[in-house]
């Protein structure tokens, strides 16, 4: 089968994109680079999935993780893919488009920018911290001012 893989990138400026085209019987799916669709985040498997063609010509999804993958918003560890289907693998999603230019499948991979929003998103549903504790800072600030002075001025003499 001969597959576009088209990397899609969001910037300020508009879309950019990547085209990569593949003739192999089958297109995989992982965090390990060697992969034809190399998704850099810690929830997808090393051999996430694995798209290949059924001998009648459609093109059909399995799951090698156990997670499995999204297919139009369903997990499932396998099923057919069409064109305008959006398939998720962890953070990416994968939108199946009309196969042109003597391609049996064109594959948009759109994979979101990770950095300070995710700490931010991360940051506000964290639930650690001194302020959810039963003492406040200065209540620790003088506990151990009063346990250095202890141990280093007065054990001493």
């Given amino acids: 089968m001969r597959c576009l893989i088209r990397n899609i990138t969001r910037k300020r400026s508009g879309l950019v994109h990547d085209d990569k085209p593949y003739t192999s019987d089958h297109i ?13 985040d810690l929830r997808v498997a090393l051999n996430h999935a694995r798209v290949t063609q059924t001998p009648d010509g459609k093109f059909q999804i399995q799951a090698q993780a156990l997670s499995g993958v999204r297919i139009n918003s369903e997990t499932t560890g396998m099923g057919n893919i069409a064109v305008g289907d959006v398939i998720g693998v962890g953070a990416c999603t994968i939108t199946v488009a009309e196969p042109k230019d003597g391609y049996d499948l064109i594959l948009e991979v759109e994979q979101p920018k990770g950095g300070a929003d995710d700490d931010i998103t991360l940051e506000s549903r964290s639930t650690i911290g001194l302020e959810n504790t039963a003492l406040s800072k200065r209540t620790w600030s003088w506990a151990l001012f009063s346990v250095i002075f202890a141990v280093f001025f007065i054990a001493p003499l």
Avoid: V
């Avoid at 995989?28 to 850099?40: D, E, K, L, N, V």
């Fill in 28 to 40: 995989s799916i992982g965090r390990a680079p060697a992969h034809q669709i190399f998704i850099s």
